[in-house]
């Protein structure tokens, strides 16, 4: 007998941990597995134990014990694998054990399309690549393309999640209950099977994807509580969180890798512009071109709707709109009613406590930069009230922070900060 003995095991999980543990005492690679089998006149084809072990169904008697004796296993070995296979398997059907539901044979894929022509994330992208598995954070500003890059990496990396790619869009989720049923009936689970309490579909949706190889992707996080009950507790799996927020809680206590997405440099930017309005165009308008990039603070989503402003009227000349920006630069990338730049400048202003969002509207009207004093005493707060505050504008990409203690509002957001109206001075409700 072996010393992997699987009369202890009471649950599918610790009888494939199990089986998985066989064949690493027997030291036997798939191949040698398939030739032992071959001799003893059974069929072990290596794809059919990579899936076995890899999953967390309950393989069949038969193929159980031809893999028991290619590893090595004597009769009363074999007997007891087959023996505790019954009894786990009958357990799950009468009310024993409590298993998981077994999953649908359709892997996910739900990823959503990616965004044609991303440039100027090649840094970014090598970071992705570095983190092969555990949690990943990318996070940037409002309208930097965090989303995009996202998605553009998950299509590039699919390959190395045979069992599947899942996507949840948390700002369509009212809830983590929502987020956790989407993701079970992604991986096959009955709706009906799905618990109703929060950490028993979390229980469940780990068991589910126990021993898989899973991308899932988490679009607009708001805080390091809303992804903890969504990580998949496999190790080779990978979780990618898109944020405004850095969400630091996750990288101090849960490892995760932070990945800054920041503007794209100049060169980029008008790259972006060149792909939405043609290489000729904008080559014969260079200067302008380069003018409308920096008013649009280089942020993709900006430039975007910059290019479409443009293409709606092709004959205007680029350094028109770029005056149009300079006179009102949100009316000037209003090109449609549900497509605007401070439409995406309001979700973060909004997710932000009242002390946070007077401070920013403060901070707009502040000339340059100024340190934390200032701050302190312009919106009568204790200094160290003023840091803690200034350090959640920073950590949500409002607030740029500078050398010697500085601290400043950029660009466009500072428009938009000045567009909201100056704070009273003892102000506490939500504006």
């Known amino acids: 007998m072996s010393d992997v003995d699987p009369v202890g095991a009471r649950t599918r999980a610790e009888f494939m941990l199990l089986l998985r543990r066989r064949r690493e005492v027997a030291g036997l690679s798939y191949r040698q597995l398939e030739r032992r089998a071959r001799q003893d006149g059974g069929t072990l084809p290596p794809s059919t134990v990579a899936t076995m072990l890899r999953r967390s169904t309950l393989p069949g008697p038969e193929l159980i014990a031809t893999f028991v004796r290619a590893c090595g296993a004597d009769g009363g070995e074999v007997a007891a694998w087959l023996s505790t296979r019954a009894r786990i398997a009958s357990a ?139 990580r998949p507790g496999a190790a080779g799996s990978c979780t990618v969180v898109t944020s405004r927020d850095r969400l630091v809680g996750l990288a101090v206590h849960d490892s995760a890798r932070v990945v800054e997405v920041p503007p794209l440099d100049r060169e980029h930017a008008v790259r972006l512009l060149a792909q939405a309005l043609g290489e000729r165009r904008v080559a014969a308008e260079l200067s302008a071109a380069c003018r409308l990039a920096a008013l649009c603070d280089r942020l993709p989503l900006a430039l975007r709707l910059a290019a479409t402003a443009v293409d709606h009227t092709s004959a205007t000349p680029i350094a028109d709109l770029v005056a149009e920006l300079l006179v009102d630069p ?102």
Do not use: I, M
């Open 92 to 230: 799950g059907t009468s009310g024993g054990v409590t298993e998981p539901p077994e999953p649908g044979v359709v892997v996910p894929r739900q990823l959503p399309p990616g965004v044609p022509g991303l440039v100027g994330r090649r840094s970014a992208l090598a970071e992705l690549d570095a983190a092969d598995s555990g949690l990943v954070v990318v996070t940037g500003g409002p309208g930097v393309g965090k989303t995009a890059l996202a998605v553009h990496w998950a299509h590039r990396a699919r390959n190395r999640f045979p069992d599947g790619q899942l996507h949840v869009d948390l700002r369509d989720c009212p809830s983590t209950g929502a987020a956790l049923a989407n993701l079970l009936v992604g991986l096959g689970v009955q709706a009906g099977a799905v618990p109703a309490d929060d950490r028993q579909a979390a229980a469940l949706f780990r068991s589910v994807v126990a021993d898989r190889r899973v991308l899932l992707l988490l679009d607009g996080a708001t805080s390091a509580e809303q992804v903890r009950p969504l």
């Open 330 to 431: 949100f009316g000037a990338l209003a090109v449609h009613a549900d497509l605007r730049l401070d439409a995406a400048f309001d979700l973060s202003y909004r997710a932000l406590d009242p002390v946070c969002r007077r401070v920013f509207r403060l901070l707009g009207t502040l000339p340059g930069a100024v340190d934390t004093a200032v701050v302190a005493s312009a919106a009568d707060l204790p200094l160290s009230e003023a840091r803690g505050v200034l350090r959640r504008l920073v950590d949500g990409h409002l607030v740029v922070r500078g050398e010697a203690d500085s601290h400043t509002v950029r660009g466009l957001l500072r428009e938009y900060a000045r567009g909201l109206g100056a704070p009273a001075r003892h102000e506490t409700a939500a504006a």
